[in-house]
């Protein structure tokens, strides 16, 4: 029997001993694959079409207020995602939305053996994975379409653990983001679904037998934020419109006001913002570099 455990998280346990797996969707309440995907595997399991027979399953909607409301946060700028220091439990309460939900979710992630966070992007990208590069974190990831495997052992992203997975990982689990694709996009719930039941299959939670799906992946590594000034930050023509563009060592990729900001090596943009979420002091995309 699937039970919420607490609000808007859901748990069941298989009648055997087995592996603890968590499944979080709409950390970020406008990414909606992830929100489907949760909704669907509860369904399934509610009417007995899925049976965890071994291990914990646990499913979460990250951030329910932001899910309501259909935006990335419960108030502008506000991040579920940006709300796990390490010692989080330690810390007195901030009395903001993100981190009491942070904390009710923090004690799911410590107990899991996998964490398998749900993301999409706001501008344009085909789907990724972002974790730790290993082939612990290989036999997790290889469920999932993705050609490319984003890591930040630098902490490039945050200037420290601070996301779900990174939490998961700082508890001795194995984090990781998918990145499903475009925010707006529910093209994939049906085939993220499947991907996630192919997972509890190969983890032993759910009886049966899938083949292992081959395929290579490229590896990268974030190297760099670019940080918005007060002078404010534009693109070069047709660069800063989705993930994974290209660009050449030498080459101008935009300008702090009139300054050129030039790419001190072969890379790739990740995450670059669209204009409401940007800030000043804050990432306006990422940088990062093959590996
Ligand atoms: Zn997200």
């Not at 508890?171 to 694709?181: A, Q």
């Not at 918005?228 to 930050?233: A, H, Q, V, Y």
Request: charged share 25%; proline share 4%.
């Amino acid at each position: 029997m699937m039970q919420e455990v607490q609000n808007a998280i859901w748990q069941v346990q298989g009648q055997q001993k087995g592996k603890t797996i968590t499944i979080i969707g709409g950390t970020h309440g406008n990414e909606r694959t992830g929100v489907e995907v949760v909704l669907k595997l509860k369904s399934l399991i509610e009417s007995g079409d899925l049976r965890i027979t071994q291990g914990t399953l646990t499913l979460i909607h990250g951030n329910p207020r932001a899910i309501e409301i259909n935006e990335r946060g419960s108030e502008p700028f506000a991040d579920l995602n940006r709300s796990y220091p390490t010692d989080l439990l330690m810390h007195e309460p901030t009395g903001e939305y993100e981190d009491a939900r942070a904390r009710v979710i923090a004690p799911f992630l410590q107990k899991s053996d996998v964490v398998v966070d749900l993301h999409a992007t706001n501008k344009p990208s085909e789907p990724f994975i972002a974790c730790v590069h290993s082939s612990y974190h290989e036999e997790v990831y290889r469920w999932f379409r993705s050609e490319k495997v984003l890591s930040d052992p630098n902490y490039v992203l945050a200037g420290e653990s601070i996301t779900t997975d990174e939490y998961a990982e700082a508890h001795g689990g194995i984090g990781l983001c998918y990145e499903t694709g475009l925010a707006s996009d529910l093209g994939r719930v049906d085939e993220v679904t499947q991907n996630v039941i192919n997972l509890f299959i190969d983890q032993g939670l759910v009886e049966g037998q899938v083949e292992i799906p081959d395929g290579s992946r490229e590896m990268y590594e974030m190297t760099e934020a670019i940080i918005l000034t007060d002078e404010g930050f534009h693109f070069t023509e047709g660069l800063g419109e989705g993930s994974w563009e290209e660009f050449k060592e030498g080459e101008i990729l935009g300008y702090h006001g009139e300054s050129p900001f030039m790419a001190l090596y072969n890379g790739v943009i990740v995450f670059p913002k669209l204009p409401e979420h940007r800030k000043v002091g804050k990432a306006l995309a990422y940088l990062a570099k093959k590996i």
